[in-house]
């Protein structure tokens, strides 16, 4: 099972309308958990952190589900310029959990297209 | 906000060159930098680590001595790609982390497209 999992997509969704997608994690000492924007071609930007007890942050909504090890991000209303690839990125800790120097895992990302 | 600088944004070389990035803090400090590259389709993946004054870590699988990274100063990472060839061709994105910051705190460069001919 890969470490940070995603449905890659494309999810195609007209404009105005309320899409979610999920992410899946394999290591269940993950310690955090966020949300990044990316951009064909450009940096990650981060969307949000996902906090057990849920956050939302105007149209976007943030969910973390530790008992199956997966989070969500719901969109409301969505505009076309939401249009973008969502990385799920988990926080494994230091390299003696299994994570990188960084300590993040990447997911691939889920490829989102709002039509007018 | 902190802003981390990269550049240049785009390269097109032709193979058997050395390509340098550079990756600069802005308005903070940073002891530690991180490399990512990123292949179409794919995710980040972690290459190394700089490490202001000393020498960097790289991931397993990485080369060290074809993905050479100096950390001058605590607002300077470069990362040279020695004699790149076609399968480098990728795009190479830094990040920094503010001295004390947890990983929230964690800023991306605007990446560099790496074209090798």
């Known amino acids: 099972r890969k470490e940070v999992e995603q449905d890659p997509g494309p999810f195609n969704v007209p404009e105005g309308a309320t899409v979610a997608f999920n992410c899946t994690y394999s290591?269940?000492?993950?310690?955090?958990f966020f949300w990044y924007r990316q951009d064909c071609r450009k940096e990650p930007k981060l969307l949000m952190s996902v906090y057990s007890s849920g956050n939302e942050d105007g149209r976007f909504t943030a969910q973390l589900n530790r008992a199956s090890q997966y989070i969500s991000l719901l969109i409301r209303d969505s505009k076309l310029s939401d249009s973008a690839t969502y990385l799920c990125?988990?926080?494994?800790?230091?390299?003696?959990?299994?994570?990188?120097?960084?300590?993040?895992?990447f997911g691939k990302g889920t490829h989102l297209i709002i039509q007018p | 906000g902190a802003v981390v600088s990269q550049h240049p944004s785009r390269v097109i070389c032709k193979s058997g060159t050395s390509v340098k990035i550079e990756c600069r803090s802005l308005d903070f400090q940073a002891t530690t930098m991180f490399w990512y590259r990123q292949f179409p389709k794919k995710s980040l993946m972690l290459m190394a680590t700089s490490n202001e004054g000393s020498k960097a870590t790289y991931e397993q699988g990485v080369e060290k001595d074809k993905f050479l990274i100096n950390h001058a100063s605590l607002t300077l990472s470069t990362l040279t790609v020695t004699s790149a060839h076609p399968e480098d061709s990728s795009f190479y994105i830094c990040?920094?982390?503010?001295?004390?910051?947890?990983?929230?705190?964690?800023?991306f460069g605007s990446g560099t497209q790496l074209s090798v001919l």
């Open positions: 290591n269940s000492a993950s310690q955090s």
């Open positions: 990125v988990v926080n494994i800790g230091n390299r003696g959990s299994g994570g990188g120097a960084d300590g993040l895992t």
């Open positions: 990040s920094a982390r503010e001295i004390g910051a947890t990983n929230e705190k964690l800023f």
